[in-house]
């Protein structure tokens, strides 16, 4: 599988709202809804903020949300905040027991 | 609380193999998959496989067919990953991380990572 396309940068303005895009293809992000995204601080271990496209895990704040549109998955950041600042990760299932993941977008806070 | 604690970096030398254990706890070991993903220093993330704990069934990612092997111990609680014909570009941080219940295809828990250094 090849790893899910993502901007290697972002970047947004505190308050604002910035979206990072993932894509793949019918037979992974397009085929199960089963995009997930990752928030990596320097140095950690990475953390879910959505799966199943769009859900959030309990303590996420409702500030990240996602969404898809056929094979591209999206993930927005509302009122940004500098504690934002990370690296943001898509992951997907790609059948057959198979995960693949994006190459990583760097989220700067202007 | 929940929790997945990873053996410490290593060194080793080319061709060598190295083996980092994953000990779970906080919740029970043998109800969720267990999946090990590894990151080059400033890149991203690559799965690597999963296992069943319960079952100890493997999947492993084609890159890494042949050369790792993911086992586990119930007694303690404990996955292991080994990965063997080390090469510099196997000089990376592994993560083990859980698969969230209920079908969903995401980690919901990760371990710290472990540093491994492919070195002669």
């Known amino acids: 599988q090849s790893a899910l396309t993502q901007p290697p940068s972002a970047s947004g303005s505190p308050g604002q709202s910035v979206t990072i895009s993932c894509t793949g293809t019918?037979?992974?992000?397009?085929?199960?809804?089963?995009v997930s995204w990752y928030r990596q601080l320097p140095g950690k271990a990475p953390k879910l903020m959505v799966y199943?496209?769009?859900e959030r895990p309990s303590g996420v704040p409702d500030r990240f949300s996602g969404s898809q549109s056929g094979n591209t998955a999206s993930l927005t950041v509302s009122g940004l905040q500098a504690e934002d600042e990370a690296a943001y990760y898509c992951?997907?299932?790609?059948?057959?027991?198979?995960?693949?993941f994006g190459g990583g977008t760097k989220l700067t806070v202007l | 609380q929940v929790q997945l604690v990873q053996s410490g970096a290593e060194v080793k030398k080319p061709g060598a193999s190295v083996k980092v254990s994953c000990k779970a706890s906080g919740y029970t070991f043998t109800g969720y998959f267990l999946h090990w993903v590894r990151q080059a220093p400033g890149q991203g993330l690559e799965w690597m496989g999963r296992?069943?704990?319960?079952?100890?069934?493997?999947k492993y990612a084609q890159k890494f067919q042949g050369r790792v092997t993911m086992t586990r111990d119930t007694s303690i609680n404990t996955a292991y990953m080994d990965l063997t014909r080390l090469t510099s570009d196997d000089t990376v941080i592994y993560y083990c991380?859980?698969?969230?219940?209920?079908?969903?295809?995401?980690?919901?828990?990760w371990g710290q990572g472990t540093m491994v250094t492919v070195s002669s």
């Open positions: 991380a859980r698969e969230k219940s209920g079908a969903t295809y995401a980690f919901d828990i």
């Open positions: 296992i069943n704990p319960d079952s100890g069934n493997t």
């Open positions: 019918s037979s992974d992000v397009g085929n199960y809804d089963s």
């Open positions: 199943e496209v769009s």
């Open positions: 992951s997907a299932y790609a059948g057959s027991n198979n995960w693949v």
